[in-house]
């Protein structure tokens, strides 16, 4: 699975780990240690790795100086809030829920996105929903 962080288009390149700046290769590895399958991209003047950690599909974003921008890790349904799955049964009970995940921002603000139908849903860590947005599908 690839993951779409958000849905805004924007030109990225796939780059060589030795291409990586030093400070976001430190980073990457300290908070990292056991990750498998990394593909690096540059987008604009964020570095995006794309791996599995734990078995799971996870995403980080980072500044050229190691600042972590946002985090982004697969989980399986049962693991949103009860509140947000109570929400997609409700509107969505004979649909495919696509995917999920869990987010977590520069801000330590945790979020939960659920896509659908080629859009995705974002819930609150109290599984209340908070934005809808059209799936671009190659955008991060």
Request: glycine fraction near 4%; charged fraction near 25%; hydrophobic fraction near 45%.
């Amino acid at each position: 699975l690839s993951f779409i962080l958000c849905s805004t288009v924007i030109s990225a390149q796939l780059i060589k780990e030795a291409d990586v700046p030093f400070a976001v290769m430190d980073k990457f590895t300290l908070l990292y240690p056991d990750a498998k399958s990394i593909l690096w991209e540059i987008k604009g003047d964020k570095y995006v790795a794309d791996f599995r950690n734990d078995k799971m599909e996870t995403s980080a974003i980072l500044m050229a100086d190691g600042t972590v921008v946002r985090t982004e890790t697969e989980i399986k349904i049962i693991a949103l809030p009860e509140a947000a799955t109570a929400y997609l049964k409700m509107n969505f009970e004979s649909r495919k829920i696509e995917e999920t995940r869990i987010t977590e921002d520069q801000a330590g603000i945790i979020t939960f996105k659920a896509m659908v139908d080629d859009m995705d849903y974002t819930f609150d860590s109290n599984g209340q929903l908070i934005a809808t947005d059209q799936v671009v599908i190659g955008s991060r």
